[in-house]
C-alpha cells in the first residue's frame, strides 16, 4: 500500500512539472517500467498516454529517475536515523516532506556519522552544560561560569580552553539547522555574487582569462558558458572563486550573523554572555556556514549550467544529423591535406565504396594539374553528380580544386559542397570503421565518411560517438555521463523520427532504433547478409534474439522497401495494420491506389475507424502516413555557395556580405562558417532586428545564412559578423557595439580552429558582466573574450 501511494505521489509531481495529468504520468511510467522506449511510446502509444510528446516524456524519464533516487535516499536516511534512536515523528514528517536532495541532507546533517568533530570532543569533556548554561541564561559571566569546567583530566586546560570548546558545540548545533541552512541558502543564492581572482603569478599564463582577473557578476544571473569558463579557470588553477553574500560583501556578512543569532534566540542586550554568544554567531555564519553554502551553491549553479550546455549541445546534434541529406547520388569526398596529400574515395549511390586515391595539388609537391586530372577521371568514370570537400585544413584551396574539375567535366549536374568533417578522425580509427573497412588505410575511410555524410548525415554520424561530433560548448567540463546519456538520446530521437530502411543500414544505425541492442542490430545485418534482403517486416521475427517484445518496440521504425507489404515501407506499425485493411475495405480501393492519395484520405474522419485499442490519435497519424508513406521529416538539401576568392581570414574586409553554414549556436550567439577556416561569430544581439532571448529560436546548425562582416581581428583570429545587413562595419558603430555588448551582459565566444579531421580547438575564454567597462580598443576583443567553446 505504501509502495502504491508513494508511486501516485511521484507520478503526480512528474505530472505537475510536464504540464500532464496524473493519469498520463502513471501510465507513460507504466510503460518505461515494462521497457517501452520514448520514441516507440511518443508515437505508437499515444492513447495510453493521453498524446505525451517526446520532449514531455523525456523530462518525465529524467525526474522519475531523480525522484526514485531521492525515495531511496530517503529510505537510508531514515533506516540510518531511527538505529541512532533519535528519530521522531515531527523528524519522521519532515524527512518524508522533503522534496529535494539538498533538503534532505540538511535534515540529515546532524546525525550522519561523521569524523570526531571539535564539537564531540567537546562534548566527551563535558562542556555542553557550559554551552547550554550560556545560551539560556545570558546574564551569567562566561569567564566565572566556565572556570567551573577547567579539567585537565578531560583536556580542558583553562577558561579559554573551555569557552572555546563550549563554542564549538553551539557552532556544530546552529550549522546543522535545516531551517536555518534551507533559509541562508535560499538567501545567498538569490543575492550572491560570485567574485573571481587571477592567482598570483598566474597573469601571463592565465592570459586566456584575463577578463577574470577582477571579476564580480549574480550568481543567480550569471550565463552557463561564463559560469563554466570560471570554473575551469579555477581548476586550472588561475583564478580564486568566492562567493560573496551580496555587493556590500561586509553588509552581507552582517546579515547572515543576524540571520544566526535570530535563529539562536541571542540578541545584544549588553548581558555579561551577549558577546560571547554573539561572537560564536558571527563564527558559525564566517567559518562554517559560508564555506559550506558556497560548495553547496556552486555545486548547483554547476549542474544547473552543465544542464544548459548539455541542452546546447543536444540541440545542435539534433539540427546537425536532422540536416538534409543529398540523397542517393554517387558522391566523390575530398578529406583536404597539405603534406599528407587529398584522399579521395567515390560511392555509389548505396554508399558503397568504388575507388580510392590520394592527390597532392598543394605545398610542398604542388601537383596541381596531376591531381585536376585524377578527380575528373574518377568524375566521369563513376557518374559522379556531388564532390563533397571536408572543411578542415586546406579546405578552400581543395574547393578551388574541385571547381576547375567540375569545369573540365564539362557536367552541368555535378556540383561541390563543403561539408563539416568533424569527428571523421574519430570514425576513421574507430573499431566499427575497422570492420566496415578492414583493408582500408586509416586516411582514406576519412574520405568515405566525408562523401557519406553528404548522402545522408544521420546515417553516417551514428557512427560516431556523439560528443566527437565537436557541436557542443564546453563539452569537456561537464559530467562525461550525464552528457553521453543526453546526446545517446537525443541520437534515438533522431534515428526514430527519420526511419530506418532495414534492408540498407548499417548495425551502428540500425542499433539507435527502439528497443534494438548491438548485439540485435548485429544479428540483422547477419541475418539479411546471409539470406538476402528482408520482405516482410514480420521476418525480423527469423532473427536471432528478435522477440515479439523487441519486434513490438522496433518494427514501427522499420521501413522495406519494394516488399511484398506496402505498408512496410511507412511509419504504420504493423500492428495497425487492421485499421488499414478497413480503410480499404471502405475506399473499395486496393491499398496501393489509396497509398498517396491526399485528396480523398483527407476527406475520411478517423472517427469512423476507430476500436478499443486503436482511438483518434492513432488513426489521424495512419491517415497522415498514408497520404505521405514513408515521409521524410527532414528538409530539403541545399548547399552554401563560399565567395571565390575569400580563402582566408586575410582575405576578409569589413562590410562584406558573404554566404555561410551555421555550424555551432551557442547561448550566446552562432559561429558561422564562412569558407575561410575559421567560424565567424554573430552575437545574439546581431541575429535579428528584434530582442533574442534564444539564439535558437532564430538559428540552428546546418542554416544557410547571409551574414556582413562587421570587424576583423587577424592575430587573434577573430571574426564579427552580423545577419542584420545594413550594420555598418567598424569603427563606425564601434561605439553602439560596445554599449550593447556591455548592456546585455551577454556572452560570445571564440572562433573555431581547425585542424585536419575539423576538430574544434579551445578557444579563448573570458567574459565581463554587464557592469564591467569593456576594453577601449575593440568591442570585438570584449566580445570574443565573454566565453569559451570548448570541444
Known amino acids: 500500500m505504501q509502495d502504491i501511494k508513494l508511486a501516485q505521489q511521484i507520478a503526480q509531481t512528474i505530472a505537475d512539472e510536464i504540464g500532464a495529468q496524473s493519469a498520463q504520468a502513471k501510465a507513460a511510467i507504466a510503460l518505461l517500467d515494462e521497457g517501452a522506449s520514448v520514441p516507440f511510446i511518443a508515437r505508437y502509444r499515444k492513447e495510453v498516454t493521453g498524446g505525451l510528446d517526446d520532449t514531455q516524456l523525456r523530462n518525465l524519464e529524467a525526474r522519475l529517475s531523480y525522484l526514485r533516487e531521492l525515495e531511496d535516499r530517503r529510505s537510508t536516511v531514515l533506516a540510518s536515523i531511527e538505529e541512532q534512536g533519535k528519530l521522531s515523528d515531527v523528524l519522521r514528517a519532515e524527512i518524508m516532506a522533503a522534496d529535494t536532495k539538498s533538503r534532505l541532507e540538511d535534515l540529515y546533517l546532524p546525525y550522519k556519522p561523521k569524523r570526531r568533530t571539535r564539537a564531540q570532543i567537546a562534548r566527551e569533556a563535558g562542556l555542553e552544560p557550559l554551552a547550554d548554561g550560556l545560551l539560556n541564561d545570558p546574564m551569567l559571566d562566561p569567564q566565572v561560569f566556565a572556570a567551573g569546567f577547567v579539567d585537565a583530566d578531560k583536556?580542558?586546560?583553562?577558561?579559554?580552553?573551555?569557552?572555546?570548546?563550549?563554542?564549538?558545540?553551539?557552532?556544530?548545533?546552529?550549522?546543522?539547522?535545516?531551517?536555518?541552512?534551507?533559509?541562508?541558502?535560499?538567501?545567498?543564492?538569490?543575492?550572491?555574487?560570485?567574485?573571481?581572482?587571477?592567482?598570483?603569478?598566474?597573469?601571463?599564463?592565465?592570459?586566456?582569462?584575463?577578463?577574470?582577473?577582477?571579476?564580480?557578476?549574480?550568481?543567480?544571473?550569471?550565463?552557463?558558458?561564463?559560469?563554466?569558463?570560471?570554473?575551469?579557470?579555477?581548476?586550472?588553477?588561475?583564478?580564486?572563486?568566492?562567493?560573496?553574500?551580496?555587493?556590500?560583501?561586509?553588509?552581507?556578512?552582517?546579515?547572515?550573523?543576524?540571520?544566526?543569532?535570530?535563529?539562536?534566540?541571542?540578541?545584544?542586550?549588553?548581558?555579561?554572555?551577549?558577546?560571547?554568544?554573539?561572537?560564536?554567531?558571527?563564527?558559525?555564519?564566517?567559518?562554517?556556514?559560508?564555506?559550506?553554502?558556497?560548495?553547496?551553491?556552486?555545486?548547483?549553479?554547476?549542474?544547473?549550467?552543465?544542464?544548459?550546455?548539455?541542452?546546447?549541445?543536444?540541440?545542435?546534434?539534433?539540427?546537425?544529423?536532422?540536416?538534409?541529406?543529398?540523397?542517393?547520388?554517387?558522391?566523390?569526398?575530398?578529406?583536404?591535406?597539405?603534406?599528407?596529400?587529398?584522399?579521395?574515395?567515390?560511392?555509389?549511390?548505396?554508399?558503397?565504396?568504388?575507388?580510392?586515391?590520394?592527390?597532392?595539388?598543394?605545398?610542398?609537391?604542388?601537383?596541381?594539374?596531376?591531381?585536376?586530372?585524377?578527380?575528373?577521371?574518377?568524375?566521369?568514370?563513376?557518374?559522379?553528380?556531388?564532390?563533397?570537400?571536408?572543411?578542415?585544413?586546406?579546405?578552400?584551396?581543395?574547393?578551388?580544386?574541385?571547381?576547375?574539375?567540375?569545369?573540365?567535366?564539362?557536367?552541368?549536374?555535378?556540383?561541390?559542397?563543403?561539408?563539416?568533417?568533424?569527428?571523421?578522425?574519430?570514425?576513421?580509427?574507430?573499431?566499427?570503421?575497422?570492420?566496415?573497412?578492414?583493408?582500408?588505410?586509416?586516411?582514406?575511410?576519412?574520405?568515405?565518411?566525408?562523401?557519406?555524410?553528404?548522402?545522408?548525415?544521420?546515417?553516417?554520424?551514428?557512427?560516431?560517438?556523439?560528443?566527437?561530433?565537436?557541436?557542443?560548448?564546453?563539452?569537456?567540463?561537464?559530467?562525461?555521463?550525464?552528457?553521453?546519456?543526453?546526446?545517446?538520446?537525443?541520437?534515438?530521437?533522431?534515428?526514430?523520427?527519420?526511419?530506418?530502411?532495414?534492408?540498407?543500414?548499417?548495425?551502428?544505425?540500425?542499433?539507435?532504433?527502439?528497443?534494438?541492442?548491438?548485439?540485435?542490430?548485429?544479428?540483422?545485418?547477419?541475418?539479411?547478409?546471409?539470406?538476402?534482403?528482408?520482405?516482410?517486416?514480420?521476418?525480423?521475427?527469423?532473427?536471432?534474439?528478435?522477440?515479439?517484445?523487441?519486434?513490438?518496440?522496433?518494427?514501427?521504425?522499420?521501413?522495406?522497401?519494394d516488399g511484398d507489404e506496402p505498408l512496410d515501407a511507412s511509419a504504420v506499425h504493423p500492428e495497425a495494420y487492421p485499421v488499414v485493411e478497413r480503410i480499404v475495405a471502405a475506399a473499395a480501393r486496393p491499398i496501393k491506389a489509396l497509398l498517396g492519395d491526399g485528396s480523398y484520405l483527407r476527406g475520411l474522419k478517423a472517427e469512423q475507424f476507430t476500436d478499443d485499442k486503436f482511438g483518434v490519435p492513432t488513426v489521424r497519424d495512419i491517415l497522415k502516413e498514408m497520404e505521405k508513406p514513408g515521409r521524410d521529416p527532414r528538409p530539403e538539401f541545399k548547399a552554401a555557395r563560399f565567395a571565390e576568392g575569400v580563402e582566408d581570414i586575410k582575405d576578409l574586409r569589413e562590410g562584406m556580405i558573404l554566404e555561410g553554414v551555421v555550424s555551432n549556436v551557442a547561448a550566446f550567439g552562432a559561429f558561422v562558417d564562412i569558407g575561410v577556416h575559421q567560424d565567424g561569430l554573430i552575437h545574439i544581439s546581431a541575429l535579428s532586428d528584434t530582442f533574442v532571448k534564444d539564439p535558437r529560436d532564430v538559428v540552428k546548425a546546418g542554416d544557410i545564412v547571409k551574414v556582413k562582416v562587421l570587424e576583423v581581428d587577424v592575430p587573434r583570429k577573430r571574426i564579427a559578423l552580423t545577419r542584420r545587413l545594413e550594420d555598418a562595419p567598424a569603427p563606425a558603430k564601434k561605439a553602439e557595439r560596445d554599449e550593447r555588448a556591455a548592456g546585455q551582459g551577454r556572452g560570445a565566444g571564440a572562433g573555431r580552429d581547425r585542424d585536419q579531421r575539423g576538430q574544434r580547438n579551445a578557444g579563448n575564454a573570458g567574459g565581463r558582466p554587464a557592469a564591467s567597462a569593456a576594453p577601449a580598443n575593440s568591442a570585438l576583443a570584449d566580445a570574443f573574450a565573454r566565453a569559451k567553446r570548448g570541444s
Open 155 to 561: 583536556g580542558v586546560a583553562d577558561i579559554k580552553s573551555a569557552l572555546e570548546g563550549a563554542r564549538a558545540i553551539l557552532m556544530e548545533r546552529w550549522g546543522e539547522d535545516a531551517a536555518l541552512v534551507g533559509e541562508l541558502r535560499s538567501w545567498l543564492a538569490d543575492n550572491g555574487i560570485i567574485r573571481a581572482r587571477v592567482a598570483e603569478g598566474k597573469e601571463a599564463e592565465g592570459a586566456k582569462y584575463r577578463d577574470y582577473f577582477d571579476h564580480a557578476e549574480s550568481l543567480a544571473k550569471i550565463p552557463s558558458h561564463r559560469l563554466l569558463a570560471l570554473f575551469r579557470a579555477r581548476r586550472e588553477e588561475f583564478l580564486f572563486l568566492e562567493l560573496d553574500p551580496g555587493s556590500d560583501a561586509e553588509a552581507g556578512h552582517q546579515y547572515a550573523e543576524g540571520r544566526v543569532a535570530r535563529s539562536a534566540g541571542i540578541a545584544n542586550k549588553e548581558r555579561p554572555a551577549d558577546r560571547w554568544l554573539l561572537d560564536a554567531c558571527r563564527l558559525t555564519w564566517r567559518a562554517k556556514l559560508h564555506m559550506h553554502l558556497l560548495l553547496d551553491l556552486f555545486n548547483q549553479a554547476r549542474e544547473k549550467a552543465e544542464a544548459e550546455a548539455i541542452a546546447v549541445f543536444g540541440d545542435n546534434l539534433k539540427d546537425l544529423m536532422l540536416a538534409a541529406p543529398a540523397g542517393p547520388k554517387a558522391v566523390l569526398g575530398l578529406d583536404p591535406g597539405i603534406r599528407t596529400g587529398c584522399k579521395i574515395a567515390v560511392v555509389d549511390a548505396t554508399g558503397k565504396l568504388l575507388a580510392t586515391d590520394t592527390v597532392y595539388p598543394h605545398e610542398p609537391r604542388r601537383q596541381w594539374e596531376q591531381s585536376l586530372q585524377t578527380i575528373k577521371q574518377l568524375c566521369i568514370k563513376h557518374n559522379v553528380e556531388l564532390i563533397a570537400i571536408g572543411n578542415g585544413t586546406a579546405s578552400r584551396e581543395t574547393d578551388k580544386l574541385a571547381g576547375e574539375a567540375i569545369a573540365a567535366c564539362a557536367n552541368p549536374k555535378l556540383q561541390k559542397v563543403v561539408v563539416s568533417e568533424a569527428g571523421a578522425s574519430v570514425y576513421s580509427a574507430s573499431e566499427f570503421a575497422a570492420k566496415e573497412f578492414p583493408g582500408l588505410d586509416v586516411s582514406l575511410r576519412g574520405a568515405v565518411s566525408i562523401a557519406r555524410r553528404l548522402q545522408d548525415p544521420l546515417a553516417e554520424l551514428v557512427k560516431i560517438e556523439p560528443k566527437a561530433i565537436g557541436v557542443g560548448q564546453y563539452q569537456h567540463d561537464v559530467d562525461q555521463f550525464r552528457l553521453a546519456k543526453a546526446l545517446d538520446a537525443r541520437v534515438e530521437d533522431c534515428v526514430n523520427a527519420v526511419g530506418v530502411f532495414v534492408n540498407t543500414a548499417s548495425a551502428a544505425l540500425l542499433t539507435r532504433v527502439s528497443g534494438l541492442s548491438s548485439t540485435v542490430a548485429e544479428n540483422i545485418v547477419r541475418h539479411r547478409d546471409e539470406n538476402g534482403p528482408f520482405k516482410h517486416r514480420k521476418d525480423l521475427l527469423k532473427v536471432s534474439r528478435l522477440g515479439e517484445k523487441t519486434f513490438e518496440q522496433c518494427a514501427g521504425f522499420l521501413r522495406i522497401a
